[in-house]
């Protein structure tokens, strides 16, 4: 009985924000505590579901950490199913860790700005949710398409005319990827006969050589509609203004939006395309390395060329998001456990530091960072303040401390310096980038090798140097001093964030072993297919609707 | 029939990316809907085109699987279709609300200045 709703404990996350989300849209907005109190507790409910299934998934006694959940009870390569592992467990925590933050962020002012924010907001939660735990491809498309519908209301969310432009390109982008992603699910079904995973990770090795080109060519228009979710260099252009137009809490969740894109690349690049599937291995990782380091070289450029915090934070997203895809092109265990850990930390610190921002600029005048940057750059300097001396020892506001805190902390994080978890992520990465046979051997790769080193350490000072200048012009020389109103709410969802990046540090060593048994099992999905097709694989290839 | 297929999904996919990179919100809205046509007649021509062939089964027989279309992409086309539909919906919200909030249906909200 206990294990039957621990089995079905799988769909929950899925299950539970769209019953509230649609329960909540029937009620009048006027009765927003009670919409508030409804969307938060299921939030909490979701995230200790969530702990519940990443505890599954890791701490099984049996052989498998993998459950597939089939709905509605059809077997695996004709009905769809949802699986959890390691993976879509950590990931569906990350999820309703920010969805928890973003929530109770926005209990302050931000989910009275506009119609139907908590059934959005959740209904976001319930795309991302599905997307990780779907182990069909065209089931990830719905979910997809879910995601991104809450998406769009999300940005328009307050309205105004920067954001309904900024949706605007936003929604043409995703809407023209969309159309990529189906015409690369139906190419792959047409050569393989099933949208299974796991089903289509068995059937790759054995596909005849002429179609072997249509299933690869699938594979690559699949691959980049999920790049531009990811925002890989040439097709990011988007995302740095819709993500600094977006409220913020929106903006926080939308940190998790790009790591879909980076997940499901992760998973279906070693899952079709690893060692076992035949002259197909490996197709395409050579596109995610070099596309990852354009990616951090425009981050890194972006980030210095902004003049706003919101830019900043949208441009931290692609270089996090081209580290990503660079580790996932590198390619082996170590590489991938790094990235996972590297995952987690920006995911929280860049959804950290959208609602934090908003908190900074809410006391500030908004032309001030233009003239700011415009008096440098003349060479002025405020000779007028310095005669009419500050009293010394004047204290700072409490308020300000915090936001000046939270926004070192969140520098040091971005930018990857010790003591916090994003040295930890970046040394991982780079060790494992340096470590095995990759170096020292010579070689074109040997350059590439040396190049990605330098690319990460350099985007880690250009986000140090522009977090800097940005820090200084905040904090240090306001133009008036204004201190912002900020309620507890919103500094407890941003302390809550922290304070996780700070466990994170402690608890690096657990955290560790968990994300290198996750790239382990990633890397040999043996015990994934297993578990999906109930031991069928060896009845694969015969079964289905075969053309 | 494999030709005229193969030519419309040319024809609808050629003139939906044109459109959509023209300036005009309408032009745009427009060539998207022509792309998720040509879309959808893609996923409905992975199924292979067959005439005359159910894609279910008559009750009470084996069936033979030459006989039958297959199913599958079909009900993606339908699914396609839905999601398709109700995405140029929320679009078409969108772009009166940038008509409103500009003045102007260009899709940057201001007229380029050449």
């Known amino acids: 009985m206990t294990t039957a709703i621990a089995n079905h404990l799988i769909i929950a996350p899925i299950v539970l924000p769209l019953l509230v989300g649609a329960a909540l849209l029937l009620m009048d907005d006027r009765r927003r505590p009670l919409k508030a109190l409804l969307s938060v507790s299921s939030t909490a409910a979701l995230l200790v579901i969530s702990m519940f299934l990443v505890w599954r998934a890791d701490g099984m006694t049996a052989l498998s950490h993998t459950v597939s959940y089939p709905l509605g009870n059809w077997p695996a390569p004709f009905g769809i199913v949802l699986v959890l592992d390691r993976l879509s467990a950590m990931m569906v925590l990350l999820t309703s860790v920010l969805g928890l933050a973003g929530l109770v962020f926005s209990l302050a002012r931000w989910h009275r700005a506009g119609p139907h924010f908590h059934t959005l907001f959740l209904f976001q939660l319930m795309g991302l949710n599905g997307a990780f735990l779907t182990g069909d491809l065209f089931n990830l498309f719905v979910f997809f398409e879910i995601l991104l519908a809450a998406s769009y209301g999300l940005v328009l969310h307050g309205m105004g005319v920067v954001r309904v432009k900024a949706g605007l390109h936003y929604i043409v982008v995703n809407l023209a990827a969309s159309s990529l992603f189906l015409i690369g699910v139906s190419l792959i079904y047409g050569v393989s006969g099933t949208l299974n995973m796991a089903d289509l990770a068995l059937r790759i090795p054995t596909l005849a050589e002429s179609d072997r080109m249509f299933l690869e060519a699938g594979a690559a228009i699949l691959g980049v509609a999920f790049l531009v979710k990811a925002g890989m260099w040439p097709l990011s252009f988007w995302l740095p203004t819709a993500y600094a137009a977006a409220s913020a809490p929106a903006a926080a969740v939308f940190a998790i939006m790009t790591k879909v894109g980076v997940y499901v690349l992760l998973r279906l690049s070693l899952l079709l395309f690893g060692n076992g599937a035949a002259e197909s291995a490996h197709f395409g990782t050579q596109v995610l390395l070099y596309g990852g380091m354009a990616t951090i070289a425009f981050g890194a450029v972006g980030v210095l060329a902004t003049q706003t915090m919101s830019r900043l934070a949208g441009y931290s997203v692609l270089v996090s998001s081209g580290t990503l895809l660079a580790a996932i092109g590198v390619g082996n265990a170590t590489a991938t456990s790094g990235a996972l850990f590297y995952l987690v930390n920006s995911t929280l610190a860049i959804g950290g530091f959208f609602l934090l921002i908003e908190l900074v600029e809410r006391g500030r005048d908004p032309g001030a960072d233009v003239l700011a940057v415009t008096m440098a750059a003349y060479g002025y300097t405020d000779e007028d303040d310095v005669a009419e001396e500050v009293e010394v020892g004047e204290r700072i506001p409490t308020v300000v401390a915090f936001l000046g805190g939270s926004f070192i902390a969140f520098a040091l994080l971005l930018a990857g310096l010790p003591p916090l978890s994003g040295f930890i992520a970046k040394f991982a990465l780079l060790t494992a980038i340096m470590d095995p046979a990759g170096i020292g051997t010579g070689g074109p790769q040997y350059v590439v090798t040396w190049v990605l080193v330098a690319l990460l350490i350099l985007s880690g000072l250009s986000a140090m140097l522009a977090m800097t200048r940005i820090g200084i012009q905040t904090f240090w020389s306001p133009i008036d001093g204004v201190v912002p109103g900020v309620r507890g709410v919103e500094i407890a969802a941003v302390a809550f964030l922290l304070l996780l990046c700070v466990a994170l540090t402690v608890r690096a060593g657990t955290v560790f072993d968990f994300m290198e048994s996750t790239a382990a099992s990633l890397h040999a999905p043996t015990d994934y297919i297993n578990s999906v097709l109930q031991g069928r694989a060896g009845a694969a290839g015969q079964g289905g609707a075969t053309p | ?114």
């Open chain 2, 1 to 114: 029939m494999e030709i005229i297929i193969a030519v419309a999904i040319g024809v609808l996919t050629g003139s939906g990316l044109w459109l959509l990179l023209r300036p005009r919100t309408f032009q745009v809205i427009i060539g998207l809907s022509l792309l998720s046509y040509a879309t959808n007649l893609f996923i409905f021509g992975m199924g292979r085109l067959r005439g005359n062939a159910p894609p279910i089964l008559k009750p009470g027989t084996a069936g033979d699987i030459s006989q039958l279309a297959d199913p599958v992409p079909q009900a993606l086309v339908l699914t396609a279709i839905v999601i398709g539909f109700a995405m140029t919906a929320l679009f078409l919200v969108v772009l009166l609300a940038s008509r409103g909030l500009t003045g102007t249906d260009h899709v940057d909200g201001r007229e380029s200045d050449r």
